[in-house]
């Protein structure tokens, strides 16, 4: 008989924060598609308050041009200011807990323009910079490495690429399954590249197809996803990636594949994925014969992984489908602010999927 799979559970229904407190969040990047999907979700969290929008193209325009999806006489969301402004208000005590939401590389130069933000009282930060633990960071796979999160005041949100490859191979590497090298392939929506105009995402080149870019071991998740095999398994776990473009919105829909050490049926893969992630509220683990889609899980933060071996039992076959803005990017930092925050982890965040 197979073993069953807990149901993912909804956030807690009470509305005021655990702890007692109320989170003054800055969303730096407020004009991007991971920036704007923060701040979606944390008009209906509870114990987050969105007290800073910053983005220098919006700075002083009015907050219904940088989020035209809500209704600003609602949320009474404040005015967006240009990062030099952070300072100021962060001396002020306008906000606690900033949240990043800038291209590669971007946050870590404003840091070094305006020192002072880095005595906030949490960072987040959604881009590459400090993946890799420096400065203090900690990385923030709250599935993988939940015991570091508590706590800490400085995260550095996973790529979304990197979440769903660990998410997927998470039961093998922590028990010791591969024998050799990874190779990922995955298909990504647009979103995933930036909300920045260029030619590769537009629709004209897009539409109707899709495309691999950065293949082999060039593209800038690859270290992040070894990093992570490796701290999981406990050992040097080589990868090979082939994203792929794909003309949606949104959405990750990943395939790993590697060589197992000792030879395991599919129903004893399957097993010890559904016991692994029986308790997690953001993974769920498909019944053999099903796959993962990324429209079941578009909106949500939830990860739906599937498992199987092939080649005799010697080749693990492991999918995954997520939403790149949701816990790829967005959703994510929410789920990591409540558990540094002390708040129950699943709380304010959507883990049903709107496939329609």
Excluded at 6 to 28: M, Y
Excluded at 73 to 94: C, E, F, I, N, Y
Excluded at 109 to 121: D, I, S
Aim: charged share 15%; proline share 9%.
């Amino acid at each position: 008989m197979s073993a069953p799979v807990a149901a993912p559970v909804s956030a807690p229904a009470s509305r005021g924060p655990v702890t007692g407190r109320i989170a003054k969040v800055a969303v730096l990047g407020a004009s991007g598609y991971s920036g704007h999907e923060f701040v979606r979700l944390a008009l209906s969290h509870p114990g987050l308050h969105v007290s800073t929008l910053v983005s220098r193209e919006f700075a002083g325009r009015p907050v219904s041009e940088l989020m035209p999806g809500s209704d600003a006489r609602a949320v009474s969301l404040p005015t967006p200011v240009a990062p030099s402004a952070l300072p100021g208000l962060l001396a002020d005590g306008v906000f606690d807990t900033l949240v990043s939401c800038l291209p590669h590389g971007t946050f870590r130069k404003l840091l070094a323009e305006h020192p002072t933000l880095a005595e906030c009282g949490v960072l987040v930060d959604l881009s590459s910079d400090y993946r890799d633990g420096a400065d203090g960071f900690v990385y923030g796979l709250p599935e993988a490495f939940r015991d570091a999160i508590p706590g800490a005041t400085r995260i550095a949100n996973p790529g979304c690429y990197p979440t769903a490859a660990t998410l997927s191979l998470l039961p093998a590497l922590e028990g010791g399954w591969l024998a050799g090298p990874v190779t990922v392939t995955a298909l990504s929506g647009v979103s995933g590249a930036g909300r920045a105009p260029s030619l590769r995402t537009s629709f004209t080149e897009l539409d109707g197809g899709a495309g691999f870019y950065k293949v082999g071991e060039v593209h800038q998740h690859v270290p992040e996803m070894a990093r992570n095999f490796g701290r999981l398994s406990g050992n040097e776990v080589p990868v090979a990636f082939a994203p792929q473009l794909a003309p949606m919105s949104r959405g990750i829909l990943l395939t790993a594949i590697a060589p197992l050490a000792r030879a395991l049926s599919p129903e004893e893969a399957y097993a010890a994925y559904a016991e692994r992630f029986a308790h997690e509220t953001f993974v769920r683990v498909m019944e053999p014969g099903t796959w993962p889609e990324t429209r079941l899980v578009k909106a949500s933060n939830r990860c739906d992984v599937a498992v199987t071996t092939v080649h005799g039992g010697k080749t693990l076959l492991a999918t995954a489908a997520i939403d790149n803005l949701v816990k790829g990017a967005a959703g994510q930092a929410i789920q990591n602010l409540n558990l540094v925050l002390g708040w129950p982890e699943g709380w304010g965040l959507p883990v049903h999927g709107t496939p329609w």
